[in-house]
């Protein structure tokens, strides 16, 4: 069969869409990961949890950063630099306070059954994030910094703004203190570059592209990263920075971007298939949902199955994964029907002129 492009719904890239719900399908994968090994489920120092880890760490949130960048300039454009940064940055600081509370009080109220038991202290120590949600405040501070510079503008702008985060990046690479602001300083030049090259020229350059020529473009990727990754010595961008060597960090970061292409080239190709389209698309579009929400149906499905007395890591594996992207799907739906808006965006009366978001679906769009 012929794959034909999906026409694009309402003006959104789908390819976008796909690469978004490939990311999060892939950060979902690696948390449940994480979970089973400190539950003790896994071993957390086998080769193959390594190797597994070490893989999915390389490209996920690298490609969450470069997509997060592309509609910085769009969203500056269109709405005004003050405006832009108010809105966004006011929803993602409400939705870090607020799932930062919403988890931390399950881990409260279940302390006896977590891996990671805390204090209700704790839960007030915004300083340090809860677990995933480090990447809500990371993108406070890397789109306030990025709109102002614009690198957009001129070409000077454009290398000088790369050139400064390629060299934060690489001086952060592997870093995981768990602090607001280092916290995945490393990923800064991907969401840069995102920012500098903008969705107007992603989608002019990847509209070119047949299914042929992604696919080939896709093979060659993924032949760099599986030989490089089996046969060189890495960092990822966000661990590993005590074991660190200036090699390791150099073809980390290489292999990242490899990644990045791997799964733009994979999003490409999906894009022409309407039914695979419609599906990853569809996760895609809810990513800051499942983004926010999901840990804790890991830590609910992992405990249910626990006291069943259930020890298959299989089990473990597809219902905790089923659950990471079930739950917050089902979550989003309801709160959408029953109008419980807060979840998901802020009051209107934090954004600019009281309008709502009710239109950002994805973690990383404007």
Sequence with gaps: MTPTIEPSRAGRDLTIDVARGLAIIAIVAGHVLR?????????GRSAGYVATDTLLYTFHLAVFAWLAGLFVRRGVERRGLRDYLWDRNATFIYLYVLWSFVQGGVK???SSLVNTPITVLDIFDLVHPEGHLWFLPWLVIVTTIVAIAKPWSSLMRGVLTFLTSLIMSLVAWGYSGG?????GAS???FFTLGAWIGDSKFREVTSRFSWRVSAVMLLVALAFFLVGFSVLSITPPTFGFEMR?????????????????CVLALARIISMFPVATRLFGY???????????????LSGAR?????????SLEAHLIVGFGAGLGFPLLLAWLASRLRIRVLF???AFLLPSGQRASERKSLTRS
């Design 245 to 261: 060597t200036p090699l390791s960090v150099g073809l980390g970061f290489l292999l990242s971007t490899i990644g990045v292409t």
């Design 283 to 297: 996760v895609g579009s809810r990513s800051l949902q499942i983004y926010l929400a999901h840990g804790i149906a």
């Design 345 to 347: 965006e802020p009051p």
């Design 303 to 311: 405990i249910v199955l626990s006291l069943c007395g259930v020890q």
């Design 35 to 43: 979970g089973l090994s400190a539950a003790d489920l896994v071993d």
């Design 108 to 110: 409260v109220l279940t």
């Design 179 to 183: 602090v607001i602001g280092p916290e």
């Design 187 to 189: 990923l800064w030049v």
